[in-house]
């Protein structure tokens, strides 16, 4: 990973779309330096994925599925960043009640949605976890239990692309040894931003 001052030009203007609402760059970020060309096309999936002002999920449950997704895939990087963004928005729609946020984080960490979720929700993150564990046996069926929770094909793929996009970060931290060390955790509980951190 290489600092601002040894940055080249080219990489100094992708370290610049790269920054958080503090001005810092995240190590999930930086380690494409050698490669600026990727961090621009990271910046660029990662807000149209969790950022973009037309998804309709909410943005709660959005950082849940990531949260699981990378429990999953054991990334602690990317589940200490998300949960943290998840448990604040939680705790915001909850009233500051914990109990609904620990419900979660523990079923999220036994692997057993059921214990916290029903309904669409419970459908979304049942698809999830399959596609993030055997992508190779996914069917068309998969859809139906969501369709039939009312989730519509547009949020469909909002999940499907929250998996996809945690399902690439997650390899690429965990296959360079990339650390939270240097790192501010939980850009929403922070700061009030809009939880740009990976």
């Not at 961090?39 to 807000?47: A, K, T």
Request: with cysteine.
């Amino acid at each position: 990973m290489v600092g601002d001052d040894d940055a080249s030009a080219d990489l100094k203007e992708a370290l610049s779309e790269a920054r958080t609402p503090h001005g810092t760059v995240d190590n999930v970020m930086r380690v494409h330096s050698l490669r600026p060309s990727t961090m621009r096309g990271h910046v660029l999936l990662y807000r149209a994925v969790l950022h973009d002002d037309k998804n309709t999920l909410p943005a709660w449950f959005q950082e849940t599925i990531a949260s699981y997704v990378s429990l999953l895939n054991n990334c602690t990087y990317s589940f200490s960043n998300h949960w943290a963004n998840a448990r604040h928005l939680i705790l915001e729609k909850d009233g500051s009640d914990s109990a609904l946020a620990d419900r979660i984080e523990m079923a999220l960490k036994t692997d057993a949605p059921e214990t916290a979720f029903d309904g669409p929700q419970l459908a979304m993150l049942t698809y999830a976890r399959k596609l993030t564990l055997t992508p190779g046996s996914m069917e068309k069926s998969d859809l139906d239990p969501m369709r039939a929770q009312g989730v519509d094909d547009g949020e469909i793929l909002e999940v499907n692309q929250v998996v996809g996009y945690f399902s690439y970060v997650n390899r690429l931290l965990n296959g360079l040894g990339v650390t939270l060390e240097g790192d501010i955790v939980g850009y929403y509980a922070e700061s009030g931003a809009t939880g740009d951190t990976v």
